[in-house]
């Protein structure tokens, strides 16, 4: 084949677009914040006794992206509602009740949804400041692995 300047300004041409657009491509994988790909449905928390100290929280997290995981690093709240929050994941073992800190986070994978239920994974608050009560609502942020968060709504409800 010669190579005529014509021909040579379309390689460089496709060269240059191609190369263009997979940068473009790139950047924005990049750039979709974990908290923009889900949604938080049917969050409440579990109404505690008149001096409790802890209390717990539920939710169902969907990651609605084709591609992307998003992983729920950790959860803040205003300390006029506790002092620190934790993701838990209730075990049993030997017919005992227990849960442990989940330290790397809750995945939810492209597509899917995962559910923080009784029995199972769970928002721990603790060091509260009131018991939680029902009726009452409070604020809770989302802290995601990318650093983007998410504030969510929690209503209190007798789960008796
Ligand atoms: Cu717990």
Same mark, same amino acid.
């Given at each position: 084949?010669?190579?005529?300047?014509? %021909?040579?300004?379309?390689?460089?041409? %496709?060269?240059?677009?191609?190369?263009? $657009?997979? %940068?473009?491509?790139?950047?924005?994988? $990049? =750039?979709?914040?974990?908290?923009?790909?889900?949604?938080?449905?049917?969050?409440?928390?579990?109404?505690?006794?008149?001096?409790?100290?802890?209390?717990?929280?539920?939710?169902?997290?969907?990651?609605?992206? @084709?591609?992307?995981?998003?992983?729920?690093?950790?959860?803040?709240?205003?300390?006029?509602?506790?002092?620190?929050?934790?993701?838990?994941?209730?075990?049993?073992?030997?017919?005992?009740?227990?849960? @442990?800190?989940?330290?790397?986070?809750?995945?939810?994978?492209? $597509?899917? =949804?995962?559910?923080?239920?009784?029995?199972?994974?769970?928002?721990?608050?603790?060091?509260?400041?009131?018991?939680?009560? $029902?009726?009452?609502?409070?604020?809770?942020?989302?802290?995601? @692995?990318?650093?983007?968060? %998410?504030?969510?709504?929690?209503?209190?409800?007798?789960?008796?």
């Amino acid at each position: 084949m010669k190579m005529t300047p014509r %021909l040579l300004t379309s390689i460089f041409f %496709l060269a240059w677009f191609g190369l263009g $657009n997979s %940068l473009v491509f790139a950047t924005q994988a $990049n =750039t979709t914040k974990m908290s923009e790909i889900v949604s938080v449905n049917d969050a409440w928390a579990r109404e505690t006794f008149k001096f409790a100290r802890t209390g717990a929280a539920y939710l169902s997290i969907t990651n609605h992206s @084709e591609s992307n995981v998003a992983v729920l690093s950790s959860v803040e709240v205003d300390e006029s509602v506790a002092s620190m929050v934790e993701l838990h994941e209730t075990f049993v073992n030997d017919e005992v009740m227990s849960m @442990e800190e989940i330290e790397d986070g809750i995945e939810i994978a492209p $597509n899917s =949804t995962v559910q923080l239920a009784p029995g199972g994974k769970h928002l721990m608050f603790m060091g509260l400041s009131e018991p939680f009560t $029902n009726g009452q609502n409070f604020e809770a942020k989302l802290h995601f @692995e990318d650093s983007s968060s %998410l504030t969510i709504s929690i209503p209190v409800k007798d789960a008796r």
